[in-house]
């Protein structure tokens, strides 16, 4: 009996329950402790323990009277308690930490669940899957909640096997019938993309939640069977905001803008949700890639009915719009009315009248932008390039180097694409030491360049001296230096003579030359295919993608 004779223990127990505020709960702890109940009744006291615990602001509350209470004392429910404590509040490690301590008779499946699901949710899919493992080392049957937090994390690892190794010890133990299980295996399948797996796990099932029916509508769009997605949907009994907005996603990211429109029209209309500003964000982005004014300037009206234009992600969207639609005279009233603060909006308008050509009035924003980051100067930098003004890219290029904004891929292939079109061996020479060997860090950079060397020369010096390593096949022992010059376009250039082979290994190539030094070349080809033993280099268009370490 709770109250151990003591009519006020039951009394307690049921106020904690019900307690949902600090205060009440302390004068509740002040009550126990001054009865004497706290000390010799465990029931008091673990429910002084659970109401702390379930309050994120009364971590220090719970980890103190656990800390106060002698060890002989600490049973199963108080341990939990506090691990469940720690879960709750992020704490992880000090979680594992906890239940790593514990002694074994006081580890249970409530133990399990509760770190197995919490890691599972942080993304800690590997520790999960070790927490999990350890469990049945241990010979602790798990519940169906303990296998669904177990099935995230297996789905997590994105291997197709681990999701069929758990779905087999669902059927195993007889739990693949509770819908939180049979849910989540359904989830963890459209996650790998084993799709047909996950649509016989959905049929299988004799009752679908939301989630189940949002789960399998997931795993369409996200292998883009956009008309199976809108087959499950269309069956969903009672559609819910989640499933509206996984539709209308499938759609944008399918590119059928009119049919994300016409979908938002009705999720509107049937579960009445205005306040989803990402989501004419996104619908508006859509609108501007097909130039699809009239469906943009409708969502515009709704934007400003619901005064989401107050918001700046949304004011530089709005000119990014009317940008790509080229309606330059609306890019700069919406512009005007935006947050000059915010940076987005000035490159969204930067990149409008790049778009237009009008090469003197983007500089003349540029110049006159608060503040730059590393999208306005690559775009400006591209703007130049594309304009053919490549002196002009270069010193901008190198302007940027002087200030404390450092430059990205799309930055360093304007660069390369205007160093290739000048021509210049002593900017290339510059180029190299001051980027390709300085930048550090895991940057992938994809350059496209045309064969307008007219140098041999000049495409040695375009060897970068910095670590590589092939970043899609990271078995390949790095090499001493990274080709970055040999783009061809219309003529075979042979690029040093001696070179005595090419062979392709793992899609790789491997150029060996007389000073026995290896270059790690990854070709994206097009048009003519590269030639095994030879020296030259053919075809119409290469791609390098290099990993500076």
Known sequence: MPGGGNPLAPFLV????????????????????????LACNAFVRNSVLSFYSRLPSSLASALQLFDETPAPLRDTAARNSVLAALTRAGHLDRAQRLLDEMPRVHRDAVSYTTLVTALARAGHA????????????????????????????????????????????????????????????????????????????FDGMTHRNAVTWNAMLNGYVKAEMIDMAAEVFWRIPERDEVSWLTLIDGYICADLISDAMKAYVQMVGEVGANDHEVLLVDLMKACARYSAITEGQQLHTVILKNGFDAHAFVQATLV???????????????????????????????????????????????????????????????????????????????????????????????????????GTLDQEVLYCRTELCCFGGAKIYPCQMGARFTRA????????????????????????????????????????????????????????F?????????????????ECGSSVLGGSSFCAIILLL
């Not at 949902?20 to 109940?37: D, I, M, T, V, Y």
């Not at 520790?127 to 798990?142: C, I, K, T, Y």
Request: aromatic content about 10%.
């Open 14 to 37: 049921a106020s904690l329950k019900r307690a949902a505020r600090l205060r009440c709960g302390e004068q509740l702890h002040a009550l126990a402790a001054k009865s004497g109940l």
């Open 126 to 201: 590997g520790r999960a899957v070790a927490v999990f493992r350890g469990m049945l080392s241990e010979n602790v049957v798990p519940n169906e909640v303990t296998l669904a937090g177990a099935i995230m994390a297996f789905a997590r690892c994105g291997a197709p096997a681990t999701v069929g190794m758990i779905h087999g010890f669902a059927l195993k133990r007889a739990l693949d019938g509770f819908v939180i299980v049979a849910t989540n295996l359904v989830h963890a399948y459209a996650g790998v993309l084993e799709l047909y797996s996950a649509r016989a796990m």
């Open 320 to 422: 990014h719009f009317y940008g790509c639609c080229g309606l330059i005279g609306l890019a700069q009233m919406a512009f005007k009315l935006s947050d000059k603060s915010h940076t987005a909006s000035w490159n969204a308008l930067l990149a409008a009248l790049l778009r237009k050509g009008l090469i003197h009035e983007a500089r003349e924003l540029f110049d006159d932008m608060p503040e730059r980051d590393t999208v306005s100067w690559s775009t400006m930098i591209s703007g130049y390039v594309q304009t053919g003004r490549s002196d002009m890219a270069l010193e901008l290029f190198y302007s940027m180097l002087n200030t404390s904004v450092e430059p990205n891929e799309v930055t360093l292939a304007s660069a390369l694409s205007a160093i290739a079109d000048s």
């Open 457 to 512: 020369d000049s495409q040695v010096f375009l060897v970068s001296k910095s670590k590589c390593k092939c970043y899609l096949h990271n078995c390949l022992k790095p090499a001493k230096l990274s080709w970055t010059a040999m783009y061809m376009k219309q003529h075979k250039i042979p690029y040093m003579d001696g070179a005595v082979e090419a062979p392709w290994f793992d899609g790789c190539s491997f150029i060996f």
């Open 514 to 530: 007389p000073m026995r030094q290896c270059l790690s070349l990854h070709l994206a080809r097009r048009g003519t295919p590269f």
